[in-house]
C-alpha cells in the first residue's frame, strides 16, 4: 500500500494534473462554443484517449514487457538488440535511431511539463482576483525553483512526501466532477463513441486538429512507463485502475456537465467546478499538484539519462542513486540544472498555460509511435509472440499514435518547434557520440599489442614490484605498451591486468556474476567485469569480486592506466570536420571512466594518444 501511495507522488503527477488545462485547449482547437454536441465529443474523445493509450496500449500491453523490471523506450532497445561489449556501438542502426529519436523528443517535449503544469495552477490566483495576474510568472518561478531543489533529497523520499498530497488531489477532482455530474448527468452520454466519431469528422480536417489538444490528456503516459523501474507495474496499475483513472473521468466528464451549465466557465472550466469558499484552497492544492506533476518527468528523465550512458548513447555525467532499497532510483545534478533552467525560460517566454499548452504535445506523440515501432520488434523477435496478431496489435497502435502526430502538426508554428529543436540538438549530440566512440575504440584496439605477443616478451616470475591494470575496450590486448617506451620499460618488472568493463544485458548483476578471469601466466591476466545497464561502474565491486577469486588488486602498489585520447581528422575519409569537433568537445567535457569507477587519484595514470577518426 505504501509503493501505491508513493507511486502516486512520482508517476501520476504529469497526467493526473492534465485537467487543468486539456478541455479549454480543445475547445480552443476547435474553435467551437460550449454545446451539447461539442461537450459530449470532446469529452468522448477523452475518454477514449485515456482508454485506448492508457488503458489497452501501455497498462495492458506495453507496461507488460520490461527489461528484468526496467520500462521506458531505453529499455526496449535494449532488449530488442544489446550491445556485445562495453564501448561499442549497439546492433540494429536503424532501430537505434528510432529510439534515439524518441527518447529525445520525450525529453525535449518533457521540459514544458512541469512549466505548463505549475503555471495552469498559479493561474488559478487570477480567477480569484484580476489583480493578482501579475504575480502569476514570478509565484511560478518560485515553485519551480524549490522543485528542483528538492530534487536531490531522491524519488522514494519525494515520493512519500507527494503520494498523499496526490491522494488528497485525485479525491478533491473525482468529488468536484461528481457533484457537475449530479446537476447535469446527461454528459454520461460521452461514453458512446458515436460522440467522438462525430466530433472528429463535422467539419474534416479542421475537426481531426482536435486531437492535438487530447494528446494533452495522455503525455504523461511515457513518463509513467519510464518510471516502472521505481514502483513496479502492480503498484502502477493498481494506483491507475483504483485513483487515477476514475477521478480523471469524473472530472473531464463535470467540467463538461459545468459548460452545459454555464457556457461562460470555458474561461478556466477546471476552477468553475470549485465553489467560490474553496477556491483559494484549490489554487494551493492545484499548485502543489502540479509540482508533483514535474516529478513524474523529471525523475524520467533522469532514468533515460542513466539508461542511455550505459547504452553508450551519451556521454558520462554523475549519476548518484539515491535509494538502498529501489536500485533504479537515481538523480542526475547536470541534468536537473538544464531542465530546470529549460522550465523557468519557457514560463519566462511564454507567460501563461494557453501559449505553453499551443507548443506542447507534439514532439511526445512521436516518442509514443516511436514506442510503439520498438514494442512491435521486441514482441516479435525477442518474445517471439505471433507475428499476425502483433502486427494487428502494434498496426492499431501505430494508428492511434500516427494520429496525434499529424494532429499536432500545426503546434510546430505555435511554439512546437521548441521542443523539436531541443530534440534535434540530442538526436544530433547522441548520434555523434555513438559514431564517435564506435570510432574511438576501432582507433584504439588498433594501437594495442595482442595478448599473444605481449606473452612471448614478458620475462618469466610473478613480477614483484606491483601491478599495472590497464583499462582497455577491448580485452583482446595490452594498450599503450606499442607506443609508451616508459611503460614497456615498466611491464617488464610488475605483473599486468588488462581490465575490461562490459555492459550485460541485464539491469543488474550480483557480485557472484560481476567478474571473469583469465590467468594467461603469472605476469598476465585478463579480468573482464560486467555491470547491468542500470548500474553505476565502480572499481570497489571489481577489486572486491576479484579477491574473492583470489586476485587481489586492492594494494598500494597498484596503478590504473586509462587512455587521454588526443582526436585529429583521418586523412583520408573520417567523420566530417564539424562532427569530429563536436564529439572532441564532448570527449574533452565527459567524466572521465577513472571518476566514474572512483578509483583514488593517487592510483591513476594517464596516457596521452593520438586517435584520427
Known amino acids: 500500500m505504501m509503493l501505491i501511495v508513493a507511486a502516486m507522488g512520482v508517476v501520476f503527477g504529469d497526467i493526473g494534473t492534465s485537467p487543468l488545462y486539456t478541455l479549454k485547449t480543445c475547445f480552443q482547437l476547435a474553435d467551437a462554443k460550449p454545446s451539447p454536441e461539442s461537450v459530449l465529443g470532446i469529452c468522448s474523445l477523452l475518454f477514449y484517449a485515456l482508454v485506448i493509450v492508457v488503458c489497452i496500449k501501455y497498462v495492458t500491453f506495453i507496461m507488460r514487457v520490461d527489461h528484468d523490471g526496467e520500462g521506458g523506450i531505453l529499455a526496449l532497445l535494449a532488449l530488442a538488440s544489446p550491445p556485445p561489449e562495453f564501448g561499442k556501438m549497439i546492433r540494429s542502426a536503424g532501430l537505434t535511431i528510432v529510439v534515439i529519436v524518441g527518447a529525445s523528443m520525450l525529453l525535449g517535449d518533457g521540459m514544458i511539463t512541469p512549466a505548463i503544469s505549475v503555471i495552469s495552477a498559479v493561474e488559478g490566483i487570477s480567477v480569484v482576483s484580476s489583480a493578482a495576474q501579475p504575480y502569476v510568472v514570478p509565484i511560478s518561478l518560485i515553485v519551480l525553483l524549490m522543485l528542483f531543489a528538492v530534487q536531490s533529497r531522491g524519488t522514494e523520499r519525494v515520493g512519500k512526501l507527494f503520494g498523499p498530497v496526490m491522494l488528497v488531489w485525485f479525491a478533491a477532482i473525482a468529488i468536484l466532477g461528481t457533484i457537475a455530474l449530479i446537476r447535469q448527468p446527461a454528459v454520461l452520454w460521452a461514453i ?14 479542421a475537426s481531426f486538429i482536435i486531437l492535438g489538444g487530447v494528446v494533452l490528456a495522455v503525455t504523461g503516459v511515457e513518463a509513467l512507463y519510464a518510471d516502472l523501474s521505481h514502483f513496479g507495474r502492480r503498484p502502477i496499475m493498481l494506483g491507475w485502475y483504483a485513483a487515477v483513472f476514475p477521478a480523471l473521468v469524473l472530472n473531464y466528464f463535470g467540467q463538461g456537465a459545468k459548460l452545459l451549465e454555464s457556457p461562460n ?3 478556466n472550466p477546471f476552477y468553475a467546478l470549485t465553489p467560490a469558499p474553496l477556491l483559494i484552497p484549490m489554487v494551493v492544492l492545484a499548485t502543489a499538484a502540479t509540482v508533483i506533476a514535474s516529478q513524474a518527468l523529471i525523475s524520467g528523465t533522469f532514468t533515460l539519462v542513466e539508461q542511455a550512458i550505459a547504452l553508450n548513447l551519451a556521454p558520462r555525467v554523475d549519476v548518484k542513486h539515491t535509494s538502498y532499497r529501489y536500485k533504479g ?9 538544464v531542465v530546470g533552467i529549460g522550465c523557468a525560460v519557457l514560463v519566462i517566454a511564454f507567460r501563461s498555460s494557453d501559449r505553453l499548452a499551443a507548443a506542447y504535445g507534439l514532439a511526445v506523440a512521436f516518442t509514443m509511435l516511436c514506442t510503439s515501432i520498438v514494442y512491435f520488434v521486441v514482441i516479435t523477435k525477442v518474445l517471439h509472440w505471433n507475428r499476425a496478431l502483433s502486427l494487428a496489435l502494434v498496426v492499431g497502435f501505430v494508428l492511434v499514435d500516427g494520429s496525434l502526430v499529424v494532429a499536432s502538426l500545426p503546434k510546430f508554428f505555435d511554439g512546437g518547434w521548441i521542443p ?13 557520440w555513438l559514431e564517435g566512440r564506435r570510432a574511438l575504440s576501432k582507433a584504439l584496439a588498433e594501437q594495442q599489442i595482442p595478448l599473444e605477443q605481449v606473452l ?8 614483484e614490484k606491483g601491478t599495472m591494470v590497464f583499462l582497455t575496450p577491448d580485452p583482446r590486448g595490452v594498450p599503450f605498451l606499442a607506443r609508451h617506451r616508459w611503460v614497456r620499460e615498466r611491464a617488464q618488472e610488475e605483473r599486468i591486468v588488462v581490465l575490461n568493463i562490459t555492459r550485460a544485458s541485464t539491469p543488474y548483476l550480483a557480485d557472484s556474476e560481476r567478474v571473469t578471469i583469465e590467468r594467461l601466466s603469472l605476469r598476465l591476466v585478463r579480468v573482464v567485469a560486467r555491470f547491468g545497464y542500470m548500474e553505476s561502474p565502480r572499481i570497489e565491486p571489481i577489486l572486491r569480486s576479484c579477491g574473492v577469486s583470489g586476485l587481489d588488486l586492492d594494494r598500494d602498489d597498484t596503478s590504473f592506466f586509462y587512455a587521454d585520447p588526443k582526436i585529429e581528422q583521418l586523412v583520408p575519409g573520417g567523420m566530417p570536420s564539424w562532427r569530429r569537433e563536436l564529439f572532441a568537445a564532448l570527449q574533452r567535457n565527459s567524466r572521465p571512466l577513472p571518476d566514474d569507477l572512483r578509483i583514488l587519484a593517487e592510483r591513476r595514470i594517464e ?7
Open 456 to 463: 612471448d616478451k614478458l620475462p618469466s616470475g610473478m613480477g
Open 607 to 613: 596516457l596521452g594518444i593520438t586517435v584520427a577518426i
Open 265 to 267: 466557465a470555458l474561461a
Open 192 to 205: 458512446d463513441p458515436r460522440h467522438a466519431a462525430r466530433m472528429l469528422t463535422a467539419h474534416g480536417f
Open 420 to 432: 523539436i529543436s531541443i530534440s534535434a540538438v540530442i538526436v544530433v549530440i547522441s548520434t555523434t
Open 329 to 337: 532510483q537515481v538523480f542526475v545534478p547536470s541534468i536537473n540544472g
